[in-house]
Protein backbone atom coordinates (compact mmCIF):
# COMPACT_ATOMS: atom_id res chain seq x y z
CA UNK A 1 0.00 0.00 0.00
CA UNK A 2 1.49 3.17 -1.16
CA UNK A 3 1.88 6.14 2.15
CA UNK A 4 2.14 9.57 0.94
CA UNK A 5 2.35 12.37 3.19
CA UNK A 6 -0.21 15.23 2.58
CA UNK A 7 1.59 17.24 0.15
CA UNK A 8 3.12 14.17 -2.26
CA UNK A 9 -0.95 12.44 -2.67
CA UNK A 10 -1.86 16.07 -3.62
CA UNK A 11 1.06 16.69 -6.07
CA UNK A 12 0.77 13.00 -7.59
CA UNK A 13 -3.19 13.05 -7.63
CA UNK A 14 -3.70 16.69 -8.47
CA UNK A 15 -5.13 17.52 -12.22
CA UNK A 16 -3.39 18.45 -14.85
CA UNK A 17 -3.77 20.32 -17.99
CA UNK A 18 -2.49 18.43 -21.15
CA UNK A 19 -3.65 20.39 -23.64
CA UNK A 20 -5.16 17.59 -25.56
CA UNK A 21 -8.46 19.60 -26.62
CA UNK A 22 -12.09 19.11 -25.93
CA UNK A 23 -11.85 15.60 -23.97
CA UNK A 24 -8.58 14.68 -22.10
CA UNK A 25 -8.47 11.59 -20.72
CA UNK A 26 -7.35 13.00 -16.76
CA UNK A 27 -6.87 9.61 -15.39
CA UNK A 28 -7.24 6.12 -17.07
CA UNK A 29 -10.94 6.66 -15.54
CA UNK A 30 -11.75 9.91 -15.35
CA UNK A 31 -12.53 12.15 -18.64
CA UNK A 32 -12.07 15.73 -18.87
CA UNK A 33 -14.06 18.12 -20.86
CA UNK A 34 -12.81 21.37 -21.62
CA UNK A 35 -16.21 23.24 -22.19
CA UNK A 36 -16.98 26.02 -23.98
CA UNK A 37 -20.36 25.66 -24.99
CA UNK A 38 -22.05 22.37 -25.30
CA UNK A 39 -21.43 18.53 -24.56
CA UNK A 40 -23.93 15.52 -24.18
CA UNK A 41 -22.91 13.01 -21.35
CA UNK A 42 -24.36 9.82 -20.17
CA UNK A 43 -26.91 11.23 -17.28
CA UNK A 44 -25.16 10.92 -14.01
CA UNK A 45 -21.71 10.71 -15.26
CA UNK A 46 -20.59 14.32 -13.35
CA UNK A 47 -18.69 13.60 -10.68
CA UNK A 48 -17.32 17.18 -10.25
CA UNK A 49 -17.11 20.69 -12.34
CA UNK A 50 -15.42 24.07 -12.24
CA UNK A 51 -16.58 27.19 -13.92
CA UNK A 52 -19.59 27.56 -15.25
CA UNK A 53 -21.79 25.12 -16.23
CA UNK A 54 -25.47 24.59 -16.30
CA UNK A 55 -26.63 20.99 -16.14
CA UNK A 56 -29.93 20.15 -18.16
CA UNK A 57 -31.53 16.73 -18.03
CA UNK A 58 -32.17 15.66 -22.22
CA UNK A 59 -35.64 16.78 -22.91
CA UNK A 60 -38.64 14.21 -23.59
CA UNK A 61 -39.24 15.64 -26.98
CA UNK A 62 -35.74 16.90 -27.62
CA UNK A 63 -34.71 14.42 -30.33
CA UNK A 64 -38.24 13.75 -31.92
CA UNK A 65 -41.10 11.26 -30.83
CA UNK A 66 -39.14 8.65 -32.76
CA UNK A 67 -36.59 8.59 -30.10
CA UNK A 68 -38.35 9.27 -27.16
CA UNK A 69 -40.25 5.99 -28.17
CA UNK A 70 -37.41 4.30 -28.40
CA UNK A 71 -36.23 5.51 -24.68
CA UNK A 72 -39.04 4.71 -23.19
CA UNK A 73 -38.36 1.17 -24.31
CA UNK A 74 -35.22 0.54 -23.79
CA UNK A 75 -35.09 2.23 -20.33
CA UNK A 76 -32.73 4.77 -18.62
CA UNK A 77 -29.22 3.19 -20.57
CA UNK A 78 -29.05 5.90 -23.07
CA UNK A 79 -29.99 9.04 -20.77
CA UNK A 80 -28.57 11.65 -21.43
CA UNK A 81 -27.37 14.95 -20.19
CA UNK A 82 -26.24 17.89 -21.49
CA UNK A 83 -23.79 20.40 -19.76
CA UNK A 84 -23.67 24.30 -21.28
CA UNK A 85 -21.13 26.65 -20.10
CA UNK A 86 -17.42 27.46 -20.09
CA UNK A 87 -15.09 25.53 -17.39
CA UNK A 88 -13.83 21.51 -16.63
CA UNK A 89 -16.25 19.23 -16.54
CA UNK A 90 -15.23 15.48 -14.63
CA UNK A 91 -17.32 12.46 -16.29
CA UNK A 92 -16.77 8.92 -14.72
CA UNK A 93 -19.00 5.88 -14.91
CA UNK A 94 -18.63 3.10 -12.74
CA UNK A 95 -14.85 3.14 -12.34
CA UNK A 96 -14.86 2.01 -16.31
CA UNK A 97 -11.71 2.50 -18.24
CA UNK A 98 -12.20 5.10 -20.96
CA UNK A 99 -11.07 5.69 -24.72
CA UNK A 100 -11.74 8.69 -27.01
CA UNK A 101 -12.80 8.49 -30.45
CA UNK A 102 -12.22 10.92 -32.99
CA UNK A 103 -14.45 10.70 -35.67
CA UNK A 104 -13.86 12.03 -39.03
CA UNK A 105 -17.25 11.71 -41.13
CA UNK A 106 -17.26 7.89 -39.52
CA UNK A 107 -19.60 5.69 -37.93
CA UNK A 108 -19.33 3.44 -34.89
CA UNK A 109 -22.19 1.44 -32.84
CA UNK A 110 -21.75 1.63 -29.05
CA UNK A 111 -23.42 -0.27 -26.67
CA UNK A 112 -25.92 1.87 -25.25
CA UNK A 113 -24.34 1.34 -20.80
CA UNK A 114 -21.41 2.28 -22.74
CA UNK A 115 -21.73 5.55 -24.65
CA UNK A 116 -20.13 8.13 -21.78
CA UNK A 117 -19.95 11.82 -23.88
CA UNK A 118 -19.81 13.35 -27.29
CA UNK A 119 -19.58 16.26 -28.92
CA UNK A 120 -23.02 18.14 -29.88
CA UNK A 121 -22.18 17.89 -33.93
CA UNK A 122 -22.09 14.37 -33.69
CA UNK A 123 -25.73 12.46 -34.99
CA UNK A 124 -26.65 9.57 -33.19
CA UNK A 125 -30.03 7.47 -32.88
CA UNK A 126 -30.74 4.73 -30.15
CA UNK A 127 -30.91 0.86 -32.11
CA UNK A 128 -32.80 -1.82 -30.53
CA UNK A 129 -31.66 -5.42 -31.81
CA UNK A 130 -35.24 -6.84 -31.82
CA UNK A 131 -34.06 -10.21 -32.61
CA UNK A 132 -32.25 -10.67 -28.92
CA UNK A 133 -35.23 -8.21 -26.96
CA UNK A 134 -37.06 -11.12 -25.90
CA UNK A 135 -34.38 -13.57 -25.22
CA UNK A 136 -31.96 -11.59 -22.61
CA UNK A 137 -32.87 -9.72 -19.46
CA UNK A 138 -33.86 -6.29 -20.94
CA UNK A 139 -33.08 -6.90 -24.32
CA UNK A 140 -29.80 -4.92 -25.83
CA UNK A 141 -29.54 -2.09 -27.42
CA UNK A 142 -26.73 0.78 -29.16
CA UNK A 143 -26.59 3.81 -30.03
CA UNK A 144 -25.24 4.55 -33.90
CA UNK A 145 -23.43 7.49 -33.72
CA UNK A 146 -22.30 9.71 -36.94
CA UNK A 147 -20.31 12.60 -38.06
CA UNK A 148 -16.98 14.14 -37.23
CA UNK A 149 -16.21 14.84 -33.91
CA UNK A 150 -15.11 13.45 -30.42
CA UNK A 151 -17.05 10.69 -28.72
CA UNK A 152 -15.97 8.80 -25.48
CA UNK A 153 -16.83 5.55 -24.49
CA UNK A 154 -16.52 2.97 -21.42
CA UNK A 155 -15.09 -0.25 -21.35
CA UNK A 156 -14.79 -2.53 -18.25
CA UNK A 157 -10.56 -2.59 -17.94
CA UNK A 158 -8.75 -3.17 -21.35
CA UNK A 159 -11.08 -3.22 -24.39
CA UNK A 160 -9.32 -5.68 -27.43
CA UNK A 161 -10.43 -4.74 -31.01
CA UNK A 162 -11.10 -7.51 -33.48
CA UNK A 163 -10.37 -7.25 -37.07
CA UNK A 164 -13.06 -8.35 -38.85
CA UNK A 165 -13.11 -9.27 -42.68
CA UNK A 166 -15.22 -11.30 -45.24
CA UNK A 167 -13.25 -14.63 -44.86
CA UNK A 168 -13.17 -14.43 -41.22
CA UNK A 169 -16.20 -13.65 -39.31
CA UNK A 170 -16.04 -12.54 -35.20
CA UNK A 171 -17.89 -14.00 -32.43
CA UNK A 172 -18.96 -12.33 -29.66
CA UNK A 173 -20.96 -12.54 -26.18
CA UNK A 174 -23.32 -9.72 -26.30
CA UNK A 175 -22.64 -8.91 -22.94
CA UNK A 176 -19.05 -8.28 -23.46
CA UNK A 177 -19.43 -6.27 -27.07
CA UNK A 178 -18.84 -2.53 -26.33
CA UNK A 179 -18.72 -0.73 -29.73
CA UNK A 180 -18.38 -1.97 -33.53
CA UNK A 181 -17.38 -0.21 -36.99
CA UNK A 182 -20.71 1.41 -38.49
CA UNK A 183 -21.11 -0.67 -41.82
CA UNK A 184 -21.26 -4.27 -39.58
CA UNK A 185 -24.97 -5.30 -39.11
CA UNK A 186 -24.61 -8.02 -36.33
CA UNK A 187 -26.27 -11.65 -36.70
CA UNK A 188 -27.89 -13.55 -33.88
CA UNK A 189 -26.75 -16.89 -33.31
CA UNK A 190 -27.50 -19.82 -30.85
CA UNK A 191 -25.92 -22.60 -29.74
CA UNK A 192 -27.90 -24.86 -27.41
CA UNK A 193 -24.62 -26.98 -26.21
CA UNK A 194 -22.74 -24.32 -25.60
CA UNK A 195 -24.42 -22.89 -23.03
CA UNK A 196 -22.94 -25.49 -20.29
CA UNK A 197 -19.87 -23.37 -20.84
CA UNK A 198 -20.78 -20.51 -19.69
CA UNK A 199 -22.68 -20.99 -16.95
CA UNK A 200 -26.00 -20.61 -17.72
CA UNK A 201 -28.14 -23.41 -16.65
CA UNK A 202 -31.26 -22.64 -18.74
CA UNK A 203 -32.11 -21.57 -22.48
CA UNK A 204 -29.65 -20.80 -25.44
CA UNK A 205 -26.25 -19.16 -25.58
CA UNK A 206 -26.95 -16.19 -27.80
CA UNK A 207 -23.99 -15.10 -29.55
CA UNK A 208 -23.02 -12.04 -32.15
CA UNK A 209 -21.88 -12.84 -35.15
CA UNK A 210 -19.66 -10.01 -37.35
CA UNK A 211 -19.64 -10.53 -40.66
CA UNK A 212 -17.85 -8.26 -43.78
CA UNK A 213 -15.36 -5.90 -43.09
CA UNK A 214 -14.58 -3.74 -39.82
CA UNK A 215 -13.86 -3.91 -36.19
CA UNK A 216 -15.20 -5.02 -32.72
CA UNK A 217 -14.41 -3.98 -29.46
CA UNK A 218 -15.26 -6.20 -26.83
CA UNK A 219 -14.20 -6.40 -22.86
CA UNK A 220 -13.01 -9.19 -20.47
CA UNK A 221 -16.03 -8.74 -18.80
CA UNK A 222 -19.76 -9.66 -18.82
CA UNK A 223 -22.15 -6.39 -18.39
CA UNK A 224 -25.46 -7.12 -16.17
CA UNK A 225 -28.67 -5.62 -18.14
CA UNK A 226 -31.36 -5.11 -16.02
CA UNK A 227 -35.33 -4.64 -17.93
CA UNK A 228 -36.55 -1.28 -17.56
CA UNK A 229 -38.90 -0.48 -14.86
CA UNK A 230 -42.95 -0.24 -16.11
Same mark, same amino acid.
Do not use: C
Given at each position: ? +? ?48 ? +? ?178
Amino acid at each position: M +SRYSIDEFVNNTKQQDKGEGLFEIETPRMLEVNLDGQVWSKAGAMVSYRG +SIKFEREGILEHGLGKMFKKAFTGEGTALMKANGTGKLYLADQGKKISILNLQNDSIFVNGNDLLAFEPAIRWDIKLMRRIAGMMSGGLFNVRLEGTGMVAITSHYEPLTLLVTADNPVYTDPNATVAWSGNLQPDFVTDISFKTFLGRGSGESIQMKFNGEGFVVVQPFEEVYYAPQS
